[in-house]
């Protein structure tokens, strides 16, 4: 047959069988939808089910055809993706995201963090600004460590291209995407390093996409590339235990790294486990090697993971680097191990985290999210009892499951697997470990479908059956009505499928692996709606319109400030939309939540009264006069005219035609970036309670002038099963009996001042302040200083606590002295730091000292500034053990700052030698090998004979291809043109079903005769 004739019928087999697939789907969805619909089922249930049943059609259609073979190559590859990506969608739809709806994929952090990162990484990379500072990061911060943290995800770029006023969209998109691309490397990684390539691959895929940790976590976005990569990178490191390839391996492992170190530290771990059990696993393929040779394979095999490891880590060093000096200054460096070992959960506990329905975690100290389907934890149990599976196997992969779970129980190995780190809340972030396992194990099983006896699996179902029924009577409690029987009965349902199977009911095995696939997707997808729900429920996913409704005002404010704002001076907005507004709308303020924030920086906002979270964020609330004056703050955009003012003058308005206004108005008290203090300011110590008592001393050591503000005295009144003793500002409340208390601090004004009220009580439930018909709620674990205003003579000061337990704390209230003020603010200002140019990480201006002096700079402290007196480079001081400040002699000078990213021409050396050593690697033979055989010819016979016998295949309990070609892609015209290093099958594969049709046979034969 010539070739044109061929190439005609190739097409015809490959269209009409697609066709009758693609029929059969959508015929099946429609009537299930329909008949779903006609019960009163919900739109999201109703589609769940119409999609698996078209899903089911469609796979039994596929499985029982011979020809459906034709599509082997990547078919199960991209039917896994795309079922992960219709599982994901049917949760958003759902929970209602635009446009099914008013909400967005945004909550918690997503919302008051992530979100402004897309944003201002956005904006740096459209206008082609500098990635190494940003002043729109709280006071000022370099970007590497953020970007290392937030915003490496190859993913991002998709934010760049959507319009700003989809940023939602787009961050919705960027998740589903992640989602559906770690059910395609998952299907790969069986393929790859199980020689699965079936309906089981997609089962374990979609399981793998649509787990506990994937679903409670999604909106920590950054953690999810990592989790993309694992499979890839374990493929790579198989190729590499058997003498093939580094590439995959090295440029995973190094992407893993780089896209989210955090993570990728939790699978360099990982790493190492499997590296052991999968040696241990194929240790009788040494079994006829003398054990001096044995050692010396194994520690060959050890040097390879070894360097390949090291040669992955070091193409991340570029970020990793910077990012590591910049970890010191931050909260997490001061965590220490606990003093006293202990387990973080009861052992019995962890199985009902396995099962159906179970309560997404997210905060505090509940237990790991590590569901990823009851088909995993049937597996396991046949995995215990099957024979067809060998014994050193079983041993080392359950050995690996429980390994994982000891290290998570255990408080110091939890510690040490968290970056030597307590969580703040999301705790066990290296949990979705174990789910891959536990999927690994059911690939080996679903493999071994036809082959295991009903008895073995019997026993499996009964184990499992069991454990469910302890599980309601002595579990925790948590795990009810629908955790416990919803899970048994996806259980029987496997069991029955399976119990088909073993009957000799269904003889084809691609149809049964067809329907557990199909029963995967129906449980994953109704688990993870409920999962969702629950998120929703717990912590309220953002509606859309709140997030984007006020943008264009807010950003019309930015853009005003910055006609009249010629000094780049700092600004805010009140009320705030997120906790990093500067970064969602890109201006200089003072504001910021975010990992990389250096600590010295929080704790001096937190004793100068801005709210922090002790942690890593300091947040802008209210306006106070004279630490908003130093620090710089000049103009403040409100959304209600607040009038007149003290303080702020009023300069200007915007609106974006909707009825949305804010009003702009500029404080007239602001001093500059930089002012001259007297050196004593070095001996400023801000750690106060008092926060009024911190601004009164940084005036006094800076510029010998009298206190600001004048604490009045506080009354207790009104005690509620509480008896309450007051001590100056602080008190003790000691509770009653059980249940809460309460009682109300009381001021009444004996003089006219401007008032302000600082309380600190972190263990009360609920703290109030109020003025006559004004209040406002303390967030008792973020206090700040409050502005009451102007108070007249004989108004009264309530502060009313609540607390269920008994607590202490202190409530400051102050009249601020406006003449003393006036002067303080007057001697600070006398002589400033005259900016004549500005940027992201640079500021050059003149300033004059009058005698021997120290800049002061409301620019937080970093190694990373260098700083130039009149061309000179000096070294820069700290002050308040967090602001940069400079030793100025008497005269005029130019000061000039200039920022550079610490460590990276260093991290950037390492990469570049990582990634010659691996073009090296890659051209040894072409290059290389010929140079050394002219030139180095003893060398070259030593390298070549260890080559070749790295070359020489080795038996493999999995079957793993070692030939040198596996490396190269595939070329075979057979294929379906798709074929990469990761697949060793042939196109059409005749071994699917156990007893195929002699027909089929000798159809095939035809076709390949002619």
């Known amino acids: ?69 034709a599509y082997k190559g990547n078919y199960y590859i991209f039917m896994s993706a795309m079922l992960s990506l219709l599982a994901i969608g049917i949760c958003y739809m759902a929970l209602g995201v635009y446009p099914f709806g008013e909400k967005s994929v945004m909550i918690i952090d997503m919302h008051h963090q992530y979100s402004s990162f897309f944003s201002l990484i956005r904006e740096k990379i459209t206008s082609l600004e500098s990635l190494s500072y940003s002043d729109s990061v709280g006071m000022g911060a370099g970007l590497i460590p953020l970007i290392a943290y937030y915003l490496c995800s190859p993913y991002n770029i998709i934010a760049v291209i959507f319009p700003r006023e989809y940023l939602t969209e787009a961050i919705a998109l960027i998740e589903i995407l992640k989602i559906a691309s770690a059910g395609a490397t998952f299907a790969i990684f069986c393929r790859s390093v199980f020689k699965k390539n079936d309906y089981g691959t997609v089962a374990v895929s979609v399981a793998y996409a649509m787990s506990a940790y994937f679903i409670a976590y999604s909106w920590n976005i950054m953690w999810l590339d990592c989790l993309v990569l694992l499979p890839l990178i374990v493929c790579g490191l198989e190729k590499v235990m058997h003498g093939q390839s580094p590439l995959l391996y090295c440029i995973t492992l190094g992407l893993a790294i780089t896209t989210n170190y955090y993570i990728g530290y939790m699978i360099c771990i990982f790493l190492v486990l499997w590296f052991v059990m999968r040696t241990f696993d194929e240790d009788e393929q040494y079994r006829n090697i003398k054990p001096g040779k044995k050692i010396i394979a194994l520690l060959k095999k050890a040097l390879r993971f070894f360097w390949t490891s090291a040669v992955g880590g070091m193409l991340s060093m570029w970020i990793l680097i910077p990012t590591a000096i910049s970890l010191s200054a931050t909260s997490g460096a001061d965590d220490e191990f606990a003093r006293d070992v202990t387990s973080n959960f009861n052992f019995w506990d962890i199985f009902s985290r396995t099962l159906y329905g179970t309560t997404p975690t997210e905060r ?11 088909l995993a934890v049937f597996a396991i149990a046949i995995f215990l009892f099957c024979r067809k599976i060998r014994l050193r196997t079983r041993v080392g992969y359950i050995g690996l499951l429980g390994m994982l779970v000891i290290l998570l129980a255990n408080n110091w190995t939890n510690f040490a697997f968290h970056g030597f780190h307590f969580p703040n809340d999301l705790p066990y972030r290296n949990s979705f470990l174990i789910s891959f396992v536990m999927l690994a194990i059911a690939v080996q099983v679903l493999d071994k479908i036809g082959e295991f006896s009903s008895e073995e699996a019997f026993k499996a179902f009964a184990l499992v059956a069991a454990m469910l029924v302890l599980e309601q009577k002595f579990g925790s409690g948590a795990s009810g009505y629908t955790i416990v029987w919803y899970s048994l009965g996806f259980l029987i349902a496997y069991a029955c499928i399976i119990g088909l199977k073993a009957s000799g009911r269904l003889r ?96 001096l906002m937190g004793s100068l009264g801005y709210a922090i979270n002790g942690v890593n964020s300091y947040i802008y609330n209210s306006y106070v006069p004279l630490v908003d004056s130093i620090l710089n703050l ?19 308005s915007v609106t974006d035609g909707y009825g949305n206004y804010r009003y702009i108005y500029e404080n007239t008290l602001a001093l500059s970036r930089g002012f001259t203090v007297n050196n004593d300011i070095s001996y400023w110590n801000p750690n106060d309670l008092n926060p009024f008592s ?20 506080m009354t207790a009144s009104g005690a509620s099963n ?38 600190d009580c972190r ?59 006036k002067t303080a603010i007057e001697t600070l200002g006398k002589n400033q730091w005259n900016i004549t140019q500005y940027g992201d990480g640079y500021f050059k201006g003149d300033i004059t000292a009058d005698s021997d002096c120290t800049m002061f700079t409301s620019i937080p402290y970093n190694k990373g500034w260098d700083v130039y007196v009149d061309g000179q ?24 700052m200039k920022y550079h990213t610490d460590g990276f021409p260093l991290g950037m050396t390492m990469t570049v030698i990582a990634a010659l050593i691996l073009v090296l690697w890659t051209l040894r033979k072409k290059i290389i090998y010929p140079l050394l055989r002219e030139y180095v010819p003893v060398l070259y016979k030593a390298i070549d004979s260890g080559s070749q016998e790295a070359d020489k295949p080795k038996d493999s309990p999995i079957g793993f291809d070692e030939s040198p070609e596996s490396d190269e892609f595939d070329t075979d015209d057979s294929a379906d043109g798709f074929e990469n290093e990761f697949d060793d099958y042939p196109a059409i594969d005749t071994a699917e079903d156990e007893e195929p049709d002699a027909f089929e046979i000798t159809e095939d034969n035809r076709r390949r005769n002619n």
């Open 1 to 69: 047959m010539d070739n044109k004739n061929t190439k005609t019928l190739k097409n015809e087999d490959s269209f009409l069988p697609m066709l009758k697939y693609i029929m059969s789907f959508f015929v099946a969805m429609m009537l299930t939808y329909l008949i779903c619909l006609k019960a009163e089922s919900s739109v999201w249930f109703s589609l769940t089910f119409a999609v698996a049943a078209g899903i089911l059609a469609m796979c039994v259609c596929h499985a029982s055809d011979s020809e459906g073979r």
């Open 364 to 374: 505090g100290d509940n237990l790991p999210n590590i569901y990823c389907s009851i």
């Open 508 to 603: 084809k095995k691609g149809v049964v692996l067809a329907l557990i696939a199909a029963v995967v997707f129906v449980e994953v997808s109704t688990n993870s709606v409920s999962m969702i729900t629950q998120l929703n429920e717990n912590e309220v996913f953002t509606n859309r319109g709140d997030f984007v409704y006020d943008y264009d005002v807010n950003k019309a404010a930015v853009s005003k400030v910055e006609e009249i704002n010629t000094d780049g001076s700092r600004m805010e907005l009140l009320p705030r939309k997120t906790c990093n507004d500067n970064a969602l709308y890109d201006y200089s303020g003072l504001t910021v939540f975010a990992s990389s924030n250096a600590e010295s920086t929080t704790t």
């Open 634 to 652: 000049k103009y403040v955009a409100f959304d209600h005219d607040i009038g007149s003012h003290a303080q702020l003058k009023y300069v200007d």
């Open 694 to 713: 911190v601004q009164d001393k940084f005036i006094e050591y800076g510029a010998d002038c009298a206190p600001v503000y004048d604490l009045l005295p």
């Open 722 to 759: 509480m008896s309450v003793e007051f001590s100056d500002s602080y008190f003790y409340a000691e509770l009653q009996n059980d249940g809460t208390g309460s009682f109300t601090a009381t001021h009444t004004m004996k003089n006219e001042a401007q008032t302000y009220v600082y309380v």
């Open 763 to 821: 263990a009360a439930s609920g703290i109030t302040v109020s003025v006559g018909d004004l209040s406002w709620s303390v967030t008792t674990y973020e206090p700040y200083i409050i502005d009451l205003g102007k108070l007249a003579v004989g108004t009264e000061v309530n502060v009313e606590i609540t607390s269920e337990i008994s607590c202490s704390g202190n409530v400051f209230i102050a009249a601020m002295n406006p003449n003393n003020l």
């Open 873 to 896: 480079k000096v070294t820069a001081v700290k002050i308040g053990d967090a602001m940069l400040g400079v030793r100025l002699s008497a005269g005029s000078h130019t000061v000039e």
